[in-house]
């Protein structure tokens, strides 16, 4: 009896001995590794999480900004026939987020607007080649970047900038009557070739869709499907089902 119980206790001395290594392997482990910092508010992300997640993360921005800036919807709407997915709802905290990214030119922040998605986007558009929604060729030498490429940077999907703007075109400062007249604006490229796939057209922000429908209006063409994607949508387009 005595002979088990000493075997016991050695057996708990042991597993305390290996438990105290391996946190100070650990230990060692986060002095090597770069504290991660907030994309947005360059703060340290927080540390109050599982010990694998805290090792193995790759979040961009902390859960305070997350909650600010971001108010997940993740919902299907229609645009015309077209079905058309949302991630978020455009709210002001977005809008100002946005708008550092784009016109500030805070180009560090592009990870940040897709990151929770990019695994859901890459096995739901699996089989589709994203277009982008265009830029002015002199909005993007103007900002170094084109936004909605860069966001995409992450999604290991096929991109084909096949849409160009002809003129540098606000949709945001135009009124009803003008926004449903800027398919005018908007071309193909003849010097790029629709893929022989299904298409997803992306866009950062959705608000009466004009822009997206006369974008669809240009790729109907093409004999596979296209789905509609965006960043974030306005409450009132949600909530008058997309009829503007």
């Known amino acids: 009896m005595r002979k088990l119980t000493l075997k016991i206790g050695k057996l708990k001395q042991d597993r305390t001995s290996y438990m105290t290594a391996f946190w100070l392997w650990i230990r060692q482990i986060g002095k090597r590794r770069p504290i991660p910092f907030c994309r947005i508010c360059i703060g340290e992300l927080d540390r109050a999480q599982p010990l694998c997640s805290y090792l193995f993360s790759k979040e961009v ?8 800036y971001f108010h997940c919807i993740y919902q299907k709407l229609t645009l ?3 079905p058309m997915w949302a ?11 946005i708008y550092r990214y784009k ?20 096995r739901r558009y699996a089989a589709h080649t994203i277009v982008t929604m265009p830029s002015s060729e002199a909005k993007i030498k103007e900002r170094g970047f084109h936004h909605l490429e860069e966001m995409l940077k992450e999604i290991r999907l096929p991109i084909c900038p096949c849409l160009r703007k002809t003129a540098p075109i606000k949709q945001a400062k135009q009124g009803k009557k003008r926004r449903l007249e800027i398919a005018a604006y908007i071309e193909l490229d003849p010097n790029l070739a629709l893929p022989d796939t299904a298409l997803l057209l992306f866009d950062d922000v959705c608000t009466s869709g004009s822009t997206l429908r006369a974008a669809c209006e240009l790729l109907k063409q093409h ?12 409450p009132l387009y949600v909530e008058n089902c997309g009829q503007f």
């Open 223 to 234: 004999p596979y499907p296209i789905e509609v994607l965006v960043l974030s949508v306005h």
């Open 80 to 82: 015309s026939q077209y």
């Open 103 to 122: 016109e500030q030119r805070d180009i560090a922040l592009a990870p940040v607007f897709l990151h929770d998605f990019r695994h859901k986007i890459e």
């Open 61 to 68: 921005i902390c859960h305070v900004c997350k909650e600010t």
């Open 87 to 97: 991630l978020y709802t455009y709210d002001d905290a977005l809008e100002s987020l």
